[in-house]
């Protein structure tokens, strides 16, 4: 997990508001208003690398509560762990919540006595997340999924979530900001640790359908410090492992389940694929508790000080 010494009156990291940062060029890219000058910047020149990446960030964004609701509905589980959440959406005064609803909001719609734990280890979504849901079943927590195994035994996910009952785990544009080796271990990790009948929901950027765009993408992050890996399909299916997938299996993300998601971007600019596996439900162990032998095969207010940073003269 990421510590900081230097921190500025926001309790934030020094010069973080200098820097461009994933969370907050998507919600910039959404029509939210928690953004800064380096990330305006630097989504102009991923817009002009890629003009379709608005809708591709808004079809990911709108496929989170539906992905939450199906697995609520069809699965019944009410504990879900949400890694890499990003900042919370607008809120909606017609629709009395957020508009793409978070996973609470998603989850208790279904399930009253729905648990979610946010997870990011952006210290401004974090700060953000706690203040905002602290009256809710929720808990955040800024851990990094580079150190699983640390972020798995944190002392916040078995004060929140019961390891004998099923846990969805939600890896929504996660992956994508990873190496290879980290992105693999992870998901071997979750797959490890989650008990019986849980399920991890997954989307992830792909170089399928516009390589020279990803490109270019890639090499505009890089440039800023950001390491930014869309894969191809092949590769996301390799990192699902054995775990059946819920129909419609690895998809376009604008193709999974779209529902009553109303108003979608084309589907032609997804750009990513999006999956739920589902763990087996016989033979598994308590989440955090070791495998005793091999597993079966698969069956088939205001915010204070938080956003007001010294002037960067936009």
């Known amino acids: 997990m990421n510590t900081t010494t230097q921190t500025t009156h926001t309790g934030l990291p020094e010069g973080w508001f200098l820097r461009p940062a994933v969370a907050r060029i998507n919600t910039f890219l959404t029509g ?15 817009l002009r690398s890629a003009p379709w990446l608005t809708d591709m960030v808004t079809i990911n964004q709108r496929h989170g509560p539906q992905a939450v609701t199906v697995l609520a509905r069809e699965l019944g589980i009410t504990q879900f762990l949400d890694l890499g959440c990003g900042l919370p959406s607008s809120w909606s005064r017609a629709h009395e919540r957020h508009e793409p609803a978070l996973t609470y909001e998603a989850a208790v719609g279904v399930h009253a006595a729905s648990r979610v734990i946010y997870v990011d280890n952006d210290p401004m979504v974090f700060a953000l997340t706690r203040f905002l849901l602290e009256e809710t079943a929720t808990a955040a927590l800024r851990a990094d999924i580079r150190q699983i195994d640390e972020l798995l035994n944190h002392h916040e996910i078995h004060d929140t979530l019961d390891p004998s ?39 992830h950027a792909s170089t399928d359908t516009d390589p020279q765009a990803m490109n270019s993408l890639i090499d505009h992050y890089a440039k800023a410090g950001i390491t930014y890996r869309p894969r191809p399909l092949k590769q996301i299916q390799s990192l699902l492992g054995t775990w059946p997938p819920l129909p419609p299996g690895l998809v376009p993300t604008a193709q999974w389940r779209t ?10 600019h997804s750009h990513a694929y999006a999956a739920v596996i589902t763990c087996p439900r016989t033979n598994r162990p308590s989440a955090g508790q070791q495998p005793t032998g091999p597993a079966d095969p698969p069956s088939g207010p205001a915010r204070g000080d938080l956003l007001n940073p010294p002037d960067d003269d936009a």
Do not use: F
Not at 39 to 44: K, N
Not at 169 to 198: K, N
């Open 32 to 46: 939210g208003t928690d953004h800064y000058k380096a990330d305006r910047q630097l989504a102009g020149h991923l």
């Open 259 to 268: 529902g009553s998601i109303r108003c979608l971007p084309s589907a032609a």
């Open 165 to 203: 009952q099923p846990i969805a785990v939600l890896a929504h544009d996660l992956l994508p900001w990873v190496d290879d080796e980290a992105a693999t271990t992870a998901m071997a990790a979750l797959r490890d640790w989650l008990p019986a009948g849980s399920a991890i929901s997954i989307t």
